[in-house]
């Protein structure tokens, strides 16, 4: 069994940067493929980041390209996501994500294990 736990969110200025994380524990997740989703009030999760379990391949969506960036460290077991230039329309609770089925996926349904969640809010 796999845990996943988030750490870093917290409320910043629009402009500003967070660093998240997700430290997993209970077994090895180097060859799990991870990603990162995200749920505002009133809205169904969003796709934000994914890696795979490698490291070679990720993917971003157009609203965070350029902006967000995913990463991984095997050694530590921990991913995670560099958010630069962060918007009011960024505030969500972000979500880890692991799934070692198949190639890496952007849809949510595709990962067996999950983190509580961390929030991040971003002001004006």
């Known amino acids: 069994q796999v845990q996943l736990a988030e750490s870093g969110g917290g409320l910043v200025q629009a402009g500003g940067s967070l660093r998240l994380s997700c430290a997993a524990s209970?077994?090895?997740?180097?060859?799990?493929?991870m990603g990162w989703f995200r749920q505002a009030p009133g809205k169904e999760r969003e796709f934000v980041a994914a890696?795979?379990?490698?490291?070679?391949?990720?993917y971003h969506p157009d609203s965070v390209k350029g902006r967000f960036t995913i990463s991984r460290d095997n050694a530590k077991n921990t991913v995670y996501l560099q958010m630069n230039n962060l918007k009011p329309e960024d505030t969500a609770v972000y979500y880890c994500?692991?799934?070692?089925?198949?190639?890496?996926?952007?849809?949510?349904?595709?990962?067996?294990?999950w983190g509580q969640g961390t929030q991040v809010t971003v002001s004006s």
């Open positions: 994500a692991a799934s070692n089925v198949g190639a890496v996926r952007t849809t949510a349904s595709f990962y067996q294990y």
């Open positions: 209970g077994r090895t997740v180097s060859t799990y493929n």
């Open positions: 890696i795979s379990w490698s490291g070679s391949t990720t």
